[in-house]
């Protein structure tokens, strides 16, 4: 049985940082694709950043340069460090997993296994 289970979230306000973690059963972070999705309310899911294996990492447009996505092997987590947050990044936060990408890696359709979701809340 596939558990994700997200731990992070919170209040900061604009220019602050957070760090969310997922913490992962029934999957091999090391091997599948690990995601972050978000989704603020009327909004579309959106890919945040995605890691296959250490150094294979992708990464919305939005969040480039500011936000990390990494893995713990050895206690099979996926870390996003959040830096410079803006209101805009402001949603629920969502770890997604899969063995494999057909459309591509911020598509959510391609993910199998979702977490239950922690809210990041940015205040100007």
């Known amino acids: 049985q596939v558990q994700l289970v997200e731990s992070g979230g919170g209040s900061v306000q604009a220019g602050g940082s957070l760090t969310l973690s997922c913490a992962a059963s029934g999957v091999t972070v090391s091997r599948d694709w690990m995601a972050w999705f978000r989704q603020a309310p009327g909004k579309n899911r959106e890919g945040v950043a995605a890691?296959?294996?250490?150094?294979?990492?992708r990464y919305g447009d939005s969040v480039k340069g500011r936000f990390t996505i990494s893995l713990d092997s050895a206690n099979n987590r996926v870390y996003l460090q959040m830096h410079s947050l803006k209101v805009d990044d402001a949603a629920t936060y969502y770890c997604?997993?899969?063995?494999?990408?057909?459309?591509?890696?911020?598509?959510?359709?391609?993910?199998?296994?979702w977490g239950q979701g922690t809210q990041v809340t940015v205040s100007s």
């Open positions: 997604a997993a899969t063995g494999l990408l057909i459309r591509g890696w911020d598509d959510p359709t391609d993910y199998n296994y």
């Open positions: 890691i296959k294996q250490l150094g294979n990492t």
